[in-house]
């Protein structure tokens, strides 16, 4: 597809269980954020990826959240040992090499929901 | 630390008239970027409009536009000619001027009803 993609769209989970959620960004799009976005907050930023690598990863909430890009596309956030606090929707985006500064193309989210 | 803050949680517009989102920052910083993103139903985020801090003339693109105040650190959206289309929350988001991660801080939006 043209954009970015997540999934799954929704994930039920139940407190202390392990979840990943999934981002395809656009092809050839070098960096890649992942953000939450708690109910009635605006997104707040957890990690970014340039290639590979985790650039900046200072938002990441605890050692509970990790992320990866082991090829340079396709990213996993992963979540050990749920918390209910843990509720909310999670964004990807992606940006090409040669962009416009903050013009980050955003898919539509993975909720989750942690009973 | 960056803040955003927007005082208007909720607003509403009649098709084809003209309304304004409110957005103020706080930063130490003196170079940086500030944008609008909007964010319909489908939850996806869009970009509608970027200023550059250095830059005085205010952006436009087509029915949208800003009110960028430095030294106030206020950046209102202006959209003119509302359409049905435009029903969705709006984001206002500051990033700092800096090679490496582009890490936008991100207010608590505002939620725009246009009305037929």
């Known amino acids: 597809g043209a954009g970015v993609s997540q999934t799954p769209s929704n994930k039920v989970t139940e407190k202390g269980k392990y979840v990943e959620l999934r981002c395809d960004p656009i092809?050839?799009?070098?960096?890649l954020y992942w953000y939450r976005q708690s109910l009635g907050q605006g997104p707040e930023f957890l990690i970014y990826?340039?290639?590979?690598?985790?650039?900046?990863d200072s938002g990441l909430p605890n050692d509970r959240f990790f992320a990866v890009r082991p090829e340079g596309s396709v990213s996993t956030l992963k979540i050990q040992r749920t918390e209910r606090g843990d509720s909310a929707v999670y964004l990807c985006?992606?940006?090409?090499?040669?962009?416009?500064?903050?013009?980050?193309?955003f898919g539509e989210g993975s909720r989750l929901t942690v009973l | 630390a960056q803040t955003v803050t927007q005082s208007q949680p909720e607003m509403s517009v009649q098709e084809a008239e003209t309304v304004t989102l409110s957005c103020t920052y706080d930063?130490?910083?003196?170079?940086?970027?500030l944008f609008w993103y909007k964010q319909p139903p489908s939850r996806q985020m869009i970009l509608v409009i970027r200023?550059?801090?250095?830059?005085?003339q205010n952006a436009t693109e087509n029915r949208f536009s800003v009110n960028f105040q430095k030294a106030a650190k206020s950046f209102s959206l202006k959209i003119s000619d509302s359409q049905l289309g435009d029903t969705a929350m709006y984001f206002c988001?500051?990033?700092?001027?800096?090679?490496?991660?582009?890490?936008?801080?991100f207010g608590k939006g505002t939620k725009l009803t246009v009305n037929p």
């Open positions: 985006a992606s940006s090409p090499r040669a962009r416009v500064a903050g013009e980050l193309f």
């Open positions: 092809s050839g799009h070098t960096a």
């Open positions: 990826f340039q290639g590979t690598g985790a650039a900046d």
């Open positions: 930063t130490s910083e003196s170079n940086y970027y």
């Open positions: 200023q550059e801090a250095y830059k005085q």
């Open positions: 988001a500051f990033m700092k001027h800096q090679g490496g991660s582009e890490k936008l801080v």
